[in-house]
């Protein structure tokens, strides 16, 4: 079974620049998610799709960040612009459907991307 | 109250030894508590889990202790090996907001 796919895994650009980043979950996972995790700490949720649609984005900095879902597959996540904080690890992760199926709580992760905001 | 509290943020273990980490909790409503591995360069994870209505459960050399009155739950590897060396993150979901909340992290290292 293939994981969860994210590009590009490495990102260096400076503040005030815009940056997107792509999430492809497993197959057949219905809520997706995209955390941030800053060097030493650990992930925090961003925003949460069930199939298109956004479950929770009470963390997003939604003045700078974005994100869409289109056709309940693919993800994308934009920064704009970019500030030096930013710089962090951005994860996805999938599970199969948290809303109708309550106990399939397994989260698989991505590699990341890490984000360098000079 | 969302917080999940995690300690040490280091440990240095020999091989063979025991690595224990600590997590501490104070909201209610979580009601699963979940321990995942992240290695340097990877996504986390999931190792082995636990609900509240048991108070151990063991896979393999991964125990996960459960004390509900103290809202604390630890994580025990047996007989560690140097390929455990990672970070180990403590977690737990609300089943009112549905959100996994992350703990800060435990940075092991094993020594052969």
């Known amino acids: 079974e293939a994981g969860v796919a994210q590009s590009p895994r490495y990102k260096i650009i400076e503040k005030r620049q815009s940056v997107a980043f792509w999430c492809n979950p497993i197959?057949?996972?219905?809520?997706l998610y995209w955390y941030q995790q800053i060097l030493g700490q650990g992930p925090k949720l961003l925003i949460q799709f069930q199939n298109n649609g956004v479950v929770d984005d009470s963390q997003l900095p939604k003045d700078r960040f974005s994100a869409e879902r289109l056709k309940g597959v693919d993800s994308t996540l934009k920064i704009q612009p970019a500030k030096l904080e930013d710089s962090a690890v951005y994860l996805c992760?999938?599970?199969?459907?948290?809303?109708?199926?309550?106990?399939?709580?397994?989260?698989?992760f991505g590699p990341g991307t890490r984000l360098t905001v000079l | 109250q969302q917080q999940v509290k995690q300690s040490p943020q280091s440990l240095i273990v020999q091989k063979g030894g025991i690595s224990i980490i600590n997590c501490a909790y104070e909201n209610t409503a979580f009601d699963y508590f979940p321990w995942y591995q992240q290695f340097p360069g990877k996504g986390p994870a999931l190792l082995i889990a636990i609900r509240p209505d048991v108070s151990e459960k063991k896979e393999g050399r991964f125990t996960i202790s459960f004390n509900k009155s103290a809202k604390q739950f630890s994580l025990h590897i047996m007989d560690s090996q140097p390929g455990d060396s990672a970070t180990y993150f403590c977690a737990a979901t609300d089943y009112n907001t549905d959100k996994l909340i992350f703990g800060t992290g435990t940075r092991l290292q094993v020594f052969p």
């Open positions: 992760a999938s599970s199969l459907d948290r809303l109708t199926l309550p106990f399939t709580d397994t989260q698989y």
């Open positions: 197959s057949g996972h219905a809520t």
